[in-house]
Structures are given as C-alpha cells and as structure tokens.
C-alpha cells in the first residue's frame, strides 16, 4: 500500500541513527510503496489536499528525482508526521491540513490534533516523581531564584529539539542576564528550567562507547567526573573514573587507566567508600598482573582484601588473586 512520510529536508537526516529512516527502508521491506515530502509541499486546491512528492529509493537516499508526483493525499493508506520540532506557525499549519487528511480517510501517525495539545516538554510534568526540579516560567526572577535554590541548572525552549538552544548555567556563569532576555523575550516566552543532573554525562558518554566514539566517551565521561566533584557527588565521582578506567583499558591505554583507577581510590576515601576502593583496588591488581608487575599486583590485591575483609564480602576472590599472582610469580 502506498505510506507518505513528512519529513526534514533528507541531507539534513543522520541516517546511521535516523529512525524515520529506518521506518521508511522498514516500510519497502513489507513491500509497501514508500513516498517522502517536506511540510511546505502540501497544498490545498478545490477543497482538496495534495502533496508534492518523491518516491522513496533506498540505495540512492537522500539523493531523489529531481521531479515531483503529485498526488491527492487521499491516495495513500497511511501518513506519518516526522518532520522535527520546533513547533512553529508552519509546524501547526501542518497539523491543520493533517486534520483534512484524516477527514479523508488516511491514517494518520500520530493524530494531528495529539501533536498540538501534547508538548514534547510539559508533558514531562505529569511524571513528577521521574524528572529532576522543574520550573516552567517566564519570568526571569523566577528562574533566577530557582537558580540561586539549585546551583546548577539547565534551560531549554518549550517548543525545541535535538539540544537546540539549550543552556546550562552554573555558579561561574555570568551571562545570566542576557541569557534570559533572549529566551523568555523580555519576560513574555514561558520556557523550562531543571535542576542539572550529572549522571545524565554518564549516559552521553555511554552511548558514544556504543557508537565507536571512544574519544568523545573519553572527554564525556572526564567532564562528568569534573562536574560531579565539583558539587561534592562522589557516588558520580566515583562511577565516572570507572567507567573512564575501562574505556582507557580496552584502548591499550594501560598507564592511563592505572592512574584513573587510583584516583578513583581517592574520590572514594572521601565518603568512606570500601566497596568503592574495593572494586578499584581489584582493577589496579588486574592492570599490574597483566603487565606482570606481581608484586605491585599482590600489593592492591591485599589493600582489596582488607576492605573484604572489613565488608565480609568477596575474601575468597581476593584470597584466590593473591595465590594467583604468587604462583606467576614464582614460576
């Protein structure tokens, strides 16, 4: 069956990770007949929609024809809406002509008129117990003394996507100010403010390991430590420089990681830690066993087993490590 797809202009797409993209190659596979158009190419004529499109190919998008298909938007079975916030005048015009297609008898994905009263960023409000401090405010003062309550926030337009025109502001921010005179126009745009959450650099930087960015992962997961030191999170601290030891490590970086991992022993003494400094000590023997430093080896592996010892947990694994490295050692 026919499906039409309203779509960003097709080189703006990142089609390793687009999933309309995936949805329309997903489409061909069930042998339907797949057509993409932008936004500005449907039109109304004698009371009747129409669209300007062109046929979906995959192995040549998102390159296409040059010429347009016309055709009354009746014609397809199904419609999806993919063009990408903001939701602008010309997003909601969209939605209006949506409206007609429906009235037409097309299934329509998602309901035009769902599109218009569910905002992407209010709606988070009804989760409350799932999502930081929120606010949501024009007025600057407001924001101000949300700031001064939390430290270290983030604001972000109500009507955006994609981390576009979003702000985080800390204690060394000094533009403030001018910050909010653009976003909330003087006082009379509504936009959100959250209290910042550093784990959220954690996830960044997970997903760049998933992606192959081990660079990007690298710098990420340094920025998350940076941030969570700096407002005393040593759980974060700690979970950063772990996660940085063992991206380093898979690199070969081995020096690297050794230092990460005993600063990780630090960030940990501060709260008292054992299971921390534990789990740390346990990579440092591993790092110095694989590079056959047995002593250096031994040595972490008893501070681990003082910490076991001291939390009844694991003392056998520490035991049976300090065997192993006295055996390869004495070989």
Known sequence: MPILFIIDPP????????????????????????????????YIDANQLFCRTHRFEVNIFPNHAK????????FFNALFMRKDPPVDQAYLHTTFLL??????????????????????????????????????????EIVKQFFRDHGDIILKPLDGMGGKNIFRVSEFEKNL????????NHGHQMIMAQQYIPEIKLGIGGNYEKLEQFEQAGATYQEAYSIATSIQQFDNASEALGRLGKLY????????????????VLVNQQTNNYYGMMNAYDQIGDIYLSQKAYQSAIAAFQQGLGLAQQLKYREDYFVKKIDLANRQMNR
């Open 11 to 42: 080189h703006s797409l990142h089609l390793k990770k687009d999933s309309t993209f995936a949805l329309m190659k997903e489409a061909i596979k069930q042998n339907h007949e797949v057509y993409f158009c932008l936004q500005h190419d449907l």
């Open 177 to 184: 100010n001018v910050i909010l005179e653009i976003m909330t």
């Open 249 to 264: 490590r898979s690199q070969n970086q081995i020096k690297t990681a050794l230092d990460i991992y005993q600063a990780q």
């Open 67 to 74: 010429t347009y298909e016309t055709h009354p938007v009746s």
């Open 99 to 140: 409206d007609i297609a429906e009235k037409s008898n097309v299934k329509v994905f998602n309901k035009p008129s769902s599109i218009r009263s569910w905002n992407e960023k209010i709606s988070i409000l009804q989760f409350d117990e799932l999502i930081p401090k929120t606010l949501v405010t024009a007025n600057p």
